[in-house]
T-cell receptor, first 115, second 109 residues
Framework: DAGVIQSPRHEVTEMGQEVTLRCKPI?????LFWYRQTMMRGLELLIY????????DSGMPEDRFSAKMPNASFSTLKIQPSEPRDSAVYFC?????????????FGPGTRLTVL | GQQVMQIPQYQHVQEGEDFTTYCNSS?????IQWYKQRPGGHPVFLIQ?????EVKKQKRLTFQFGEAKKNSSLHITATQTTDVGTYFC?????????FGAGTRLAVHP
């Protein structure tokens, strides 16, 4: 099993540019989560999907952020336009959904730097 | 909203000393999970506790879930340099995890 795959691993961009982060969850997992990690705010849940449907996007900072999951094997997180305060490590995680909760498998993360 | 508080924020120990991190939730949790993140890495699942008063051990690591299912602790006996990293607790609520801020552990040889 390749685990959760994220791309790119590093992204450096200039303020105002569009940024797209990509995630491939573990095959068979039906829940996908996007997190943002910074020193100041820790690990924040941005949005999560069950069976490709967005369930809770209350953590999405503002309208500049959007996320899609067109199928069970792919999700994107887009920031448009990007700002320096968006600089962070973005993690994607997946799990098999159950009422009792299951361990989440995290990808390696995308380190985003907005200049 | 639901909050998960974790203390201490940082802990520096000499190799061989014990280490404990504590987690408290503002609400009763259905379960609690613990993750470890090595420097520069990603969170990795350690364990899940479900039952009130549950205690689980993994080698030198001991995990406890409080009777009221609102608090938890992770204790490491005789720390090693390989224990370095940030330990997160995560409370399960509404089908998502609420992560604590984490405790960063530094181990000096």
């Amino acid at each position: 099993d390749a685990g959760v795959i994220q791309s790119p691993r590093h992204e450096v961009t200039e303020m105002g540019q569009e940024v797209t982060l990509r995630c491939k969850p573990i095959s068979g997992h039906n829940s996908l989560f996007w997190y943002r990690q910074t020193m100041m705010r820790g690990l924040e849940l941005l949005i999560y999907f069950n069976n490709n449907v967005p369930i809770d996007d209350s953590g999405m900072p503002e309208d500049r952020f959007s996320a899609k999951m067109p199928n069970a094997s792919f999700s994107t997180l887009k920031i448009q336009p990007s700002e320096p305060r968006d600089s962070a490590v973005y993690f994607c995680a997946s799990t098999s959904y159950s009422m009792g909760g299951n361990e989440q498998f995290f990808g390696p993360g995308t380190r985003l730097t907005v200049l | 909203g639901q909050q998960v508080m974790q203390i201490p924020q940082y802990q520096h120990v000499q190799e061989g000393e014990d280490f404990t991190t504590y987690c408290n939730s503002s609400t009763t949790l259905s379960n609690i999970q613990w993750y470890k993140q090595r420097p520069g890495g990603h969170p990795v699942f350690l364990i899940q506790l479900v039952k009130s008063g549950e205690v689980k051990k993994q080698k030198r690591l001991t995990f406890q879930f409080g009777e009221a299912k609102k608090n938890s602790s992770l204790h490491i006996t005789a720390t090693q340099t390989t224990d370095v990293g940030t330990y997160f607790c995560a409370g399960s609520g509404y089908n998502k995890l609420i992560f604590g801020a984490g405790t960063r552990l530094a181990v000096h040889p």
